[in-house]
């Protein structure tokens, strides 16, 4: 079965850099069609669209954050890694990844971590 | 702002049949298939619709969506209290190249 789990720092500085990892098993990212995105929620709020990595090492960023996003894949450890640059008070969030849904068609997120609170201050 | 746009609150009582609706452009759900999430309190959101109007394994067929133009409908029939939570739509912006969401709409089953 498919899962996945994201890890970092809790609290983090305004001006440093977050590095979030996701570990996920159940699927393998160097399989057709598979991709992890990173979504993220401050409190209270709605869902963010941040970040999306392709099998084939294709990439896609939200434009308002793409200066300061970057994903990165490791297939042999199973993880993708975000890094979000200057960070502020603003992007205190729950940052969840999650595994793309397999569609032909469109884009959606089937399974989803649990999530993880990052505080900047 | 959410690219894309939800009411942010409805609500129906046990049993009643309730829609939520989606509005966006044609550079997104105009042009690009649908999803919608239920986020209950305190955890991660949870694949509801993919495709416009295909559920996942376990989905009941309480759960469907219409689609018109440049608009999505959510509805739930039958509601049970177990309903409540936050519900979010979300699609590809093709001129954007982005993935996004609904601002989000909170279901109260009075």
């Known amino acids: 079965q498919i899962s996945l789990k994201e890890s970092g720092p809790t609290l983090v500085k305004p001006t440093q850099t977050l590095t979030l990892t996701c570990t996920f098993s159940?699927?393998?990212?160097?399989?057709?069609?598979?991709?992890v995105g990173w979504i993220r929620q401050p409190p209270g709020k709605a869902l963010e669209w941040l970040a999306l990595i392709y099998w084939d090492d294709d990439k896609r960023y939200s434009p308002s954050l793409k200066t300061r996003l970057t994903i990165t894949k490791d297939t042999s450890k199973n993880q993708v890694v975000l890094t979000m640059t200057n960070m502020d008070p603003v992007d205190t969030a729950t940052y969840f990844c999650?595994?793309?849904?397999?569609?032909?068609?469109?884009?959606?997120?089937?399974?989803w971590g649990q999530g993880t609170l990052v505080t900047v201050s | 702002q959410s690219v894309l746009t939800q009411p942010p609150s409805v609500s129906a009582a046990p049993g009643q049949k309730v829609t939520i609706s989606c509005s966006g452009s044609?550079?997104?759900?105009?042009?690009?298939?649908v999803s919608w999430y239920q986020q209950l309190p305190g955890t991660a959101p949870k694949l509801l619709i993919y495709d416009n109007n295909k559920r996942p394994s376990g989905i009941p067929d309480r759960f469907s969506v219409s689609k018109s133009g440049t608009s999505a409908t959510l509805g739930i029939t039958g509601l049970q209290t177990g309903d409540e939570a936050d519900y979010y739509c979300g699609t590809w912006d093709g001129s954007l190249n982005t993935g996004v969401f609904g601002g989000g709409t909170k279901l109260t089953v009075l």
């Open positions: 999650a595994h793309r849904h397999l569609s032909w068609f469109g884009e959606a997120f089937d399974y």
């Open positions: 159940g699927f393998s990212l160097n399989t057709n069609g598979v991709g």
């Open positions: 044609s550079s997104n759900i105009g042009n690009n298939y």
